[in-house]
């Protein structure tokens, strides 16, 4: 029982994870048609910015409130960074998607390599605040308390998003965006200015899960985003691009089937089962468990 | 659109050649003949190229280089047939190339298979393996059928890393069984050999996706890249066409993935990984997807800058400030960052440049008269 329930909240601390990667990237995809490849180099800039504030910024720490200002730093650059992506090089390439695709594949491989470059290939320690060091004890489980603040987080992502999107004026464009654009742009509204904002909520979370991930990893690499980005690619492929519940439910469902398998089967059969799922919803599902519109309109 | 400079260029050639008459312009045959005459005659200069090998063209190193460039360039060409002929995006290329050279190396250690069984049957299992799940994904579309061929290649990258019943190696990858090679194939001496090999993968793939592309088939792909809609109305259906695109792709790959392990005398699992696949796609729009000359050229020049800055990389950029010398001692923050401005600058890659500067000065030209 104990092994079931750490289970369980351990696979839905990945797909917390998963959730804050993933979120962006539907949104982004969704609303703008652009696989972003880049969104792994969000990810690793929230991840180092945090690192490097925790250790090197004055005012920030690894401990405490300190922490949370290093993390503050990080999500500021994770978000600096994805709204520079947009206007500098997603911006000009309007309309030409397979051009998208192929500047953010450039720097999925570029900014890791610079991150490399700055701080090495080798794994660097994240600082754990007191606060989530050791476990809670649920049912009999003694469950780390970084998975519980990860499930807290995207929670409090997930409701955030959620009021952004049926509450705000500029959520009604995205949602009416993702639905129909050229509809959209018919009524007289530029869409395209919602694409750098969709771009930052999608970079500040990424970042934010950068952080997380180190929290929940202990350490960060370069290339950590790499292979979070492609399970969380294949969250999206599941749960559509058009309902925020879809992408959520996709992550947990990945993730506590890469949990449950990875600890019941072989090591590593998991993340097999996961691309299986895929498979089978995609055959036979197009597009998505959530979706009304398919994946298919791009390249 | 990248994609779209192959279709127009012979008809462009043919109506500049009906107008005005150029006699200058030389056979279509003569470029190939011209490159593979270069390649075969390498092996036998002594001249040495100051600046952009180390000794004399000849020299084990070079060639050693040359082999590897060539591999790439196969295996980019096999790429491009997805990617730049029928327009098809695939991020599981990887999958196959391993899967060559993974099947290749474990049945020369493991059955000790002598090298041709070895490949013979390690290019029927990625020529079958790439059937199987062209299959399944190909049931999809567009970035759907992306996904899926990521995920698939990254299951293989994950079986590879976990190394089960120890035969992968992980992390260490495997060494080739020198026992199963001919001996002519093995030793810094025999070098030319491999030399050879590669050439001989690189234009049989250029080859076969030449001579495919010009064929009834290759027709019906210039269509599904052109406009996948339009061939399913016209009553093609293009799904065996896609699919068989796929296999003679991964096909091609999983031989690439034998001559590679020949090159390298081993194999390691960078090569099982979405970050190589994503090269393989920036190697093709470098040169130019679906045109001759792209994929081999832009796998050529992007293997051959990665091999000389990783050697350039310690040491020339001591004199520079750290905070420039260290992002520049890493490859692939400089090929990234160039394959972006070239995105930017030089959509069709580096084969579309003259007619992009030709059309330049046309225009210019124009203006002031």
């Keep these: 029982m104990s092994t079931v329930v750490l289970l369980i909240v351990t696979g839905l601390g990945l797909g917390a994870l998963y959730f804050l990667i993933a979120s962006g990237l539907s949104l982004i995809f969704g609303l703008m048609d652009v696989l972003n490849f880049a969104h792994g180099a969000f990810l690793a800039i929230g991840a180092y910015g945090t690192w490097w504030a925790a250790g090197f910024l004055p005012g920030a720490g690894p401990d405490g409130p300190g922490f949370l200002l290093a993390l503050t730093f990080g999500v500021a650059a994770g978000t600096l960074a994805a709204t520079l992506v947009e206007l500098c090089v997603i911006r000009p390439l309007y309309g030409r998607h397979r051009e998208q695709i192929l500047a953010t594949v450039g720097l999925s491989l570029a900014v890791p390599a610079l991150l490399q470059a700055i701080w090495g290939a080798d794994p660097l320690t994240f600082p754990k605040p007191r606060a989530v060091r050791g476990t809670v004890d649920l049912l009999g489980a003694h469950i780390p308390k970084d998975r519980v603040l990860l499930i807290l987080v995207a929670v409090a992502l997930f409701t955030a998003l959620w009021l952004f999107n049926s509450r705000t004026r500029y959520g009604l464009i995205v949602r009416a965006g993702v639905q129909d654009r050229a509809m959209v742009t018919a009524l007289g509204i530029d869409v395209r200015r919602s694409f750098t904002l969709v771009f930052a909520i999608g970079g500040a979370a990424a970042a934010l899960a950068g952080a997380l991930g180190g929290l929940y990893y202990g350490v960060v690499t370069p290339t950590q985003g790499m292979s979070l980005l492609i399970f969380a690619f294949i969250v999206v492929v599941i749960g559509g691009t058009t309902s925020l519940t879809g992408c959520a439910i996709a992550s947990v469902t990945v993730a506590l089937v890469q949990q449950f398998a990875n600890y019941y089967t072989v090591a590593g059969l998991g993340d097999i089962a996961v691309v299986i799922v895929l498979a089978v919803v995609l055959l036979t599902r197009q597009g998505g468990l959530a979706a009304k519109k398919s994946a298919e309109r791009v390249a | ?369």
């Design chain 2, 1 to 369: 659109m990248i994609t779209e400079t192959e279709p127009q260029a012979p008809t462009t050639e043919a109506a500049a050649g009906g107008r005005t008459p150029r006699p200058r312009r030389l056979p279509r045959w003569a470029g190939p003949v011209a490159v593979l005459a270069i390649l075969l005659t390498l092996p036998f200069s002594t001249i040495t190229v100051p600046g952009l090998f180390h000794g004399a063209l000849n020299s084990p190193a070079t060639l050693h280089l040359l082999a590897f460039c060539l591999v790439f360039g196969g295996l980019a060409t096999s790429y491009d047939l997805l990617y730049g002929r029928v327009g098809l995006l695939s991020f599981g290329h990887a999958l196959y190339f391993a899967c060559g050279a993974y099947v290749a190396a474990l049945l020369m250690r493991i059955l000790e298979l002598p090298l041709v069984w070895a490949a013979l049957v390690s290019v029927l299992a990625g020529t079958l393996l790439s059937l199987l799940l062209g299959a399944v994904a190909l049931r999809v579309n567009g970035i759907a059928m992306a996904m899926v061929t990521l995920a698939f290649a990254q299951t293989g990258s994950i079986l590879v890393a976990r190394d089960p019943g120890r035969a992968t190696g992980g992390e260490e990858g495997l060494s080739l069984n020198t026992a199963m090679v001919p001996d002519t194939l093995v030793g810094v001496m025999n070098t030319v050999n491999l030399y050879w090999v590669a050439v001989a993968y690189a234009a049989f793939a250029t080859v076969v996706v030449w001579w495919l592309s010009a064929s009834p088939v290759g027709r019906v792909w210039q269509g599904i890249r052109a406009n996948e809609q339009r061939v399913a109305v016209l009553g093609v259906d293009p799904y065996p066409y896609k699919l068989a695109a796929f296999t003679v792709g991964g096909g091609l790959a999983s031989l690439g993935g034998v001559v590679y392990l020949l090159v390298t005398g081993g194999v390691t699992p960078t090569i099982t990984t979405a970050e190589f696949t994503l090269t393989l796609l920036v190697m093709v729009a470098l040169g130019g997807a679906g045109s001759r000359w792209g994929a081999l050229l832009g796998a050529g020049l992007y293997t051959y800058a990665e091999h000389r800055l990783r050697q350039l990389g310690g040491d020339s950029f001591s004199a520079l400030p750290d905070w420039i010398a260290a992002p520049l001692s890493q490859p692939l923050f400089i090929l990234g960052t160039l394959f972006v401005l070239m995105v930017f600058f030089f959509p069709g890659g580096l084969v579309a440049l003259p007619e992009r500067v030709r059309s330049a000065l046309r225009d210019r030209r124009a203006t002031r008269e």
